[in-house]
């Protein structure tokens, strides 16, 4: 009788004092808080190798995926061979450009001394024209004062003033003076003859000069042309190697950030990547672990940020490890489609802890590692729940 009566005192006084957790239970991963970073390829390719797998850690600028580069090699091989194809050409185009200005300059400095020499030897026979012409003026004077003298020579002859042989004498000297005359105006025919045919050759040369000049001009001028096109060649060729080697250096995605590998779309090699798909999600090293957790909307309508969280994590078995304890950091403003569960809430928990003891040693939790949450919306009395079936019965038989 007495330990009937201890034992109901000690039940009443743990129901009186004693209080149960109601609690919203959420389920998911471990992942890093804020944003993550997305490795992304630049142009699109196959996938040939698969440098990480979801949970590992990488370093920056590490490989995460390697995209077929056969494609762009060759393409940098033409390219390459192109280039070098322009450069050498307009190496010889702008050679034979200098050899052709030189050639035109020699051209010119020739054509010029040779019109200078023929100019000069024109004035020359016309000089001599000249000269001749003043002496064959002075012969004729000479010969119409000859002629009168021997006109009155021969009066005095007639007359017996002089003898006849100064009369001979007079007139072998004026067939002298129109000998010379001849002599003077065939030398004038022959240099009038010379001059029209040094002038014929001076303006054949000035023709032929001039000819050369053009042609050599317009060689040049073909030549600046082709080597102004050789330049726009190489600019252009220059712009698509360099394109085509960044989009060989961006056929290797590496990790723009040290961190874990928080999510990894592709499983293994042989899928083809467009620009700009998502193949893999780093978190950074320094954003701190949270609990991802999803919760069925019929359990979150108690559910507050900053109410206390028990996490048993899958890894580390809680009747082992025992439970993280946490707080709600952020819900949802609305619900999402889940296949399994339905209209669902997404939690963000943060962690109490980072790790936990093994053995004696850390080990850190990671990225990825699944979880269940314990969400505490309030705690009831213990009575409270025991006497709750009799004010039930009580309120509906009020209402009857």
Do not use: C
């Amino acid at each position: 009788m007495l330990g009937g009566i201890l034992f109901t005192a000690i039940v009443g006084t743990w129901a009186w004092f004693g209080s149960l957790e109601e609690v919203s239970i959420a389920q998911g991963q471990l992942a890093p808080l804020g944003e993550v970073y997305q490795v992304q390829p630049a142009t699109a390719g196959e996938v040939i190798r698969l440098a990480v797998k979801e949970g590992d850690h990488v370093d920056q600028g590490q490989t995460i995926a390697e995209l077929d580069q056969r494609l762009i090699e060759k393409e940098i091989e033409r390219l390459s061979y192109s280039l070098n194809a322009y450069r050498q050409k307009l190496a010889q185009t702008k050679a034979l450009i200098q050899q052709t200005r030189l050639g035109l300059s020699t051209l010119q400095t020739i054509s010029r001394a040779d019109i200078a020499a023929r100019q000069s030897s024109i004035a020359e026979e016309a000089a001599a024209i000249a000269t001749n012409e003043r002496m064959l003026s002075q012969l004729q004077v000479d010969r119409e004062a000859q002629l009168a003298r021997m006109d009155r020579l021969a009066k005095l002859v007639e007359r017996g003033a002089f003898a006849e042989d100064h009369l001979f004498q007079v007139e072998q000297e004026l067939r002298d003076r129109d000998r010379s005359i001849i002599q003077a105006q065939g030398m004038a025919e022959q240099s009038s003859a010379t001059i029209a045919q040094l002038q014929a050759e001076l303006d054949q040369t000035k023709a032929m000069a001039q000819k050369n000049e053009l042609d050599a001009t317009k060689q040049l001028q073909q030549l600046q042309i082709e080597a102004t096109q050789l330049e726009a060649s190489i600019q252009e060729t220059q712009a698509l190697l360099e394109r085509s080697q960044t989009e060989l250096a961006q056929a290797t995605l590496v990790a723009p950030v040290s961190g874990t590998i928080s999510a990894l779309e592709i499983d293994n090699v042989g899928v083809v990547l467009q620009p700009g798909q998502t193949i893999a999600e780093i978190a950074p090293s320094t954003a701190p672990l949270v609990l991802s957790a999803l919760l069925p909307s019929e359990k979150a309508g108690l559910v507050k940020t900053g109410m206390p969280v028990n996490v048993k994590l899958d890894a580390f078995p809680y009747q082992d490890y025992g439970i993280v304890t946490g707080a709600v950091h952020a819900i949802s403003p609305d619900t999402k489609a889940h296949e399994q569960m339905g209209a669902v809430y997404r939690v963000e928990i943060t962690l109490d802890a980072t790790d936990i003891t093994h053995e004696g040693e850390s080990v850190a939790f990671k990225a990825g590692q699944t979880a269940t949450a314990e969400i505490i919306v309030r705690k009831r009395r213990i009575i409270s729940l025991i006497l709750e079936p009799i004010r039930k019965l009580k309120r509906d038989s009020l209402s009857l």
